[in-house]
């Protein structure tokens, strides 16, 4: 069995031989409170040209805020993986379609400073993607508090924050 595998049943069946073949314990008998918390995440992200703002919202459930975190950020991750290669197969069949395909660029794409290549293009490419704001914490405050202010709460914040750090800073008067 694959360590990701999906289906519920296979997947204890596996955990149970781990604890009785290997010996290993549960993650939460290691907590002297093995509790888990509801964590509320809210992602948004402001598309400057057309003034919208995206937002997403998940409830995720873990022991703290950090695997909270640290799930959603997966979750990007993942999308991003799976966007590359619905990109790629996308340009490659177009060029496919073209007639555009030949055995040159085939090669092309194999070798390796081009593979390398790729592989920069996809990170930069999900890091360009991020949210501009991510919140993780209680779902009514998270969910209420960004939602309610959008495009006014990200300037006035901006605006605030550059006025505290240029507050002592000497004007310069235009030559």
């Known amino acids: 069995m694959a360590m990701s595998e999906r289906d519920e049943q296979e997947k204890n069946e596996y955990v149970k031989k781990m604890k009785d073949e290997y010996g290993y314990d549960d993650i939460a008998t290691f907590f002297p409170l093995p509790g888990m918390a509801v964590?509320?995440?809210?992602?948004?992200?402001?598309?400057?040209?057309?003034e919208n703002i995206?937002?997403?919202?998940?409830?995720?459930?873990?022991?703290?805020?950090?695997?909270?975190?640290t799930q959603f950020w997966e979750s990007f991750w993942q999308q991003a993986v799976i966007?590359?290669?619905?990109a790629l197969g996308k340009a490659l069949t177009d060029a496919?379609?073209?007639?555009?395909?030949?055995?040159?660029v085939f090669r092309s794409l194999l070798d390796e400073d081009s593979m390398n290549k790729a592989g920069m293009l996809l990170i930069?490419?999900?890091?360009?993607?991020?949210p501009d704001v991510m919140s993780?914490?209680?779902?009514?405050?998270?969910?209420?508090?960004m939602a309610s202010n959008g495009n006014d709460m990200a300037k006035d914040a901006v605006d605030k924050f550059l006025a505290d750090v240029f507050k002592d800073t000497p004007?310069?008067?235009e030559e």
């Open 39 to 50: 964590y509320g995440f809210n992602a948004i992200t402001v598309h400057q040209e057309s």
């Open 54 to 69: 995206e937002q997403k919202k998940a409830i995720i459930e873990g022991q703290s805020p950090v695997i909270a975190f």
């Open 83 to 86: 966007n590359g290669y619905i």
């Open 96 to 104: 496919l379609n073209d007639n555009r395909f030949t055995d040159e």
């Open 124 to 130: 930069e490419s999900v890091y360009s993607s991020m």
């Open 136 to 145: 993780v914490g209680n779902p009514s405050l998270i969910a209420n508090v």
């Open 171 to 173: 004007k310069q008067e």
